[in-house]
């Protein structure tokens, strides 16, 4: 079980922001052909994205191995859906700015971890 949880893991680490821009997108636009048309060519733009998300949910999994489970998921969730919206906008200014704002938007969740962890 540990080999499938560590693969798991790292396959949601890295899907979870560029196909929840894809997701976003298409609710934003509805059922219009020429959208779902266009999905594997935008999922095949968005792998620069993919590591962007990296930030958000390792600071869970430490949480997590803190034994902060309930807490590590719904950070993860809440935090998730936020940096979604914000990179959404980010995304017209480049690659760069989405990685700073998941970067950013990661630090309370690393700083919560630093302190759970320190208090012991």
């Not at 636009?29 to 048309?37: K, M, N, Q, S, V």
């Amino acid at each position: 079980m540990g080999r499938e949880w560590r693969i798991g893991f790292w396959a949601l680490a890295l899907l979870w922001l560029p196909a929840g821009m894809v997701m976003t997108v298409i609710v934003r636009f509805g059922a219009e052909p020429a959208i779902w048309a266009q999905v594997p060519m935008a999922m095949v733009s968005l792998i620069p994205v993919a590591p962007c998300g990296l930030p958000l949910a390792l600071a869970c999994r430490r949480l997590w191995r803190l034994g902060y489970r309930r807490d590590a998921w719904t950070a993860g969730v809440l935090l998730g859906v936020f940096t979604l919206a914000t990179t959404l906008v980010a995304g017209l200014l480049g690659p760069i700015a989405i990685a700073l704002y998941a970067v950013v938007l990661s630090l309370p969740v690393w700083a919560a971890a630093w302190w759970l962890a320190r208090r012991g």
